[in-house]
C-alpha cells in the first residue's frame, strides 16, 4: 500500500462545476496534510493546508479532512480552464520531522 | 512572503561535468530546505533534506557522493550533481518551510531543468 494515494485521473470537469480530488493515506498518526498545484512544466504551488477534522476554506477552494477514515479531499468551486492542472497531496507524516511524502498527484482538466 | 527562488533555471552540460545548483529562501530563513527531482510525468521524489550548519540527510537510494548538498547559511543550500550523465537529466525542485507554523508547509522554488548531453 501506498503511503499517500491519488487517483492519477485525468478528472475532467465542466467550466462552472465543482472538481472534487481525493487523497488517502496509511498513517493513522499523520499530523497536516497539503494540497499544491503543479503546471506542466512548472514547480508545485502551495493551494492550502489542513490539520483539524472538518472543512478548511479559502476563496473557490475547500479542502476537507477525516482522520477516522484517512482521507482528505480539496473541492474547486466554480472550475476554470485555468485550474487545469496536477493536483498534489502531501501528508506531513508521524515521526518524519518536517518531511512530506507526496502522492502521484491528480490531472484536472476543465473543459470550456 | 514564502518566496523560494533557484539558480540557474535550466542547464545543458556535457557528461562528466558537475553542475551547481542554488536555491535561497528570499524573505524568510529556512533552518531546513528539501531537495526533489522529477522526472516527466512523475511525481516528486525526496532526494535529500538539507539542515543550515550540519550534513544533509539522504533518502534510501540516492548517492550522497554524487549529490553533493551544501546549507552554508539559513538562506542558502546548494546541490552539487558531480560527473553528470544524461541519466541525471531531470527537473530539480528544491523547498523550504518558514517555520512560521507548526505544521510544516513548504514553499518550492521554481525547479532547474538539466540536461546532460
Known amino acids: ?8 485521473g485525468p478528472l475532467s470537469v465542466p467550466e462552472g462545476a465543482i472538481a472534487s480530488l ?11 496534510f497539503f494540497w499544491y498545484r503543479q503546471y506542466s512544466g512548472k514547480s508545485p504551488e502551495l493551494i492550502m493546508f ?32 485555468s485550474d487545469s492542472a496536477t493536483y498534489l497531496c502531501a501528508v506531513n507524516m508521524r515521526g518524519t520531522a518536517s518531511k512530506l511524502t507526496f502522492g502521484t498527484g491528480t490531472r484536472l482538466q476543465v473543459t470550456l | 512572503g514564502a518566496v523560494v527562488s533557484q539558480h540557474p533555471s535550466w542547464v545543458i552540460c556535457k557528461s562528466g561535468t558537475s553542475v551547481k ?13 528539501f531537495w526533489y527531482r522529477q522526472f516527466p510525468k512523475q511525481s516528486l521524489m525526496l532526494m535529500a ?19 553533493l548538498i551544501n546549507h ?4 542558502l543550500s546548494t546541490l552539487t550533481v558531480t ?4 541519466e541525471d537529466s ?10 512560521r507554523t507548526s505544521y510544516n508547509e513548504q514553499f518550492f522554488g521554481p525547479g532547474t531543468r538539466l540536461t546532460v548531453l
Open chain 2, 90 to 99: 531531470s527537473f530539480y525542485i528544491c523547498s523550504a518551510g518558514t517555520g
Open chain 1, 50 to 81: 489542513i490539520y483539524s477534522n472538518g472543512d478548511k476554506e479559502d476563496g473557490r477552494f475547500t479542502a476537507q479532512l477525516n482522520k477516522a477514515s484517512q482521507y482528505v479531499s480539496l473541492l474547486i468551486r466554480d472550475s476554470q480552464p
Open chain 2, 49 to 67: 533534506t538539507s539542515n543550515e550548519g550540519s550534513k544533509a540527510t539522504y533518502e534510501q537510494g540516492v548517492e550522497k557522493d554524487k549529490f
Open chain 2, 21 to 33: 545548483i542554488e536555491c535561497r529562501s528570499l524573505d524568510f530563513q529556512a533552518t531546513t530546505m
Open chain 1, 22 to 32: 481525493n487523497c488517502t493515506y496509511s498513517d493513522r498518526g499523520s499530523q497536516s
Open chain 2, 83 to 86: 560527473s553528470a550523465h544524461p
Open chain 1, 1 to 8: 500500500q501506498k503511503e499517500v494515494e491519488q487517483n492519477s
Open chain 2, 72 to 75: 552554508a547559511s539559513l538562506t
